[in-house]
């Protein structure tokens, strides 16, 4: 099985993001995600917070955090009812960002 960051290193930082937004985003991630601030603002010339330059980066509107936490939320019940056991916040961060955006 192949790293899913291999050849796209900024996908990292897009599933962070998404797990951000969802409130489960581990610790040691975003101590990562902080740490790599510094050259996420030298190699995409931006400024602001990691989920700042993420979001600027990837273009996304203001309010779509606050969707993608409604979409877990209503999302993660029915799966808890149909499946017998709690969604995986990663598989839906993947799952999401690979639908909604190519694999960044």
């Known amino acids: 099985m192949s790293d899913r960051y291999e050849d796209k290193p900024f996908l990292r930082y897009v599933d962070a993001w998404v797990l951000d937004a969802i409130g489960h985003l ?15 603002r030298h190699s995409l010339g931006l400024a602001g917070s990691w989920q700042e330059m993420v979001a600027q980066q990837m273009k996304f509107a203001p309010d ?6 409604k979409i877990w ?15 995986d ?3 839906f961060a993947m799952t999401f960002v690979d639908r909604n955006f190519g694999r960044a």
């Open 26 to 40: 581990d610790e040691a991630t975003r101590a990562y995600c902080a740490a790599m601030e510094p050259t996420l």
């Open 89 to 91: 916040p990663v598989q």
């Open 64 to 69: 779509l955090s606050a969707q993608i936490r």
């Open 73 to 87: 939320d209503d999302g993660r019940v029915k799966f808890a009812a149909a499946h017998g056991r709690p969604a």
